[in-house]
């Protein structure tokens, strides 16, 4: 008799319980931590399978740590999860990422940014001094009115 697979549920998760975003991270040998005022969104199928956090930044968000566990990649989870966090938001989301992942943020609909606020463009230049990255910009969708 074959046993019915659990459905993958995408969402935020309550503060109260962002130490499993944590324990999910150092399970999967990630340097990667939630701050506090951070909002975590997760991908979980009975455990977390995958987490991302959204920083509070001028005007927007800034995504850090996504990342899906190892023997769940290339499943299409970390598309779902970035698009059900993405359509929650009022404003712009920014992301650093390895030039090796521009294909794949720019399937999520990010842009590279042009324009960054000055606490992201201080920490771009930061990290790219130890490594390459560049810096991506997602847009919400402009409603037209009648």
Same mark, same amino acid.
């Given at each position: 008799m074959?046993?019915a697979?659990?459905a993958?549920?995408?969402q ?14 150092k ?9 506090r005022?951070?909002? &975590?969104?997760i991908a =979980?199928?009975? #455990?977390? %399978? @995958?987490?991302c956090? +959204?920083?509070?930044?001028? /005007? ?7 990342l &899906?566990a190892?023997? =769940?990649?290339? #499943?299409? %989870? @970390?598309?779902?999860? +970035?698009?059900?966090l993405l /359509? ?17 943020y720019?399937?999520?609909g ?5 324009k ?8 771009l230049?930061r990290?790219q ?9 997602w ?5 037209a009115?009648d």
């Amino acid at each position: 008799m074959s046993q019915a697979v659990e459905a993958i549920h995408y969402q935020p998760l309550a503060n109260e319980l962002l130490p499993l975003a944590n324990k999910f991270y150092k399970s999967q040998r990630s340097n990667m931590r939630v701050g506090r005022s951070e909002q &975590v969104w997760i991908a =979980r199928q009975g #455990q977390i %399978i @995958a987490a991302c956090c +959204l920083k509070p930044i001028e /005007h927007g968000q800034w995504l850090t740590a996504l990342l &899906v566990a190892s023997q =769940r990649r290339q #499943q299409g %989870i @970390a598309s779902t999860l +970035l698009r059900q966090l993405l /359509h929650s938001r009022a404003g712009p989301v920014w992301l650093f990422c390895h030039p090796d992942l521009l294909a794949f943020y720019q399937r999520q609909g990010f842009q590279l940014a042009t324009k960054l606020p000055a606490a992201l463009t201080d920490r771009l230049r930061r990290y790219q001094q130890k490594q390459p990255l560049l810096a991506l910009v997602w847009q919400p969708p402009i409603l037209a009115v009648d």
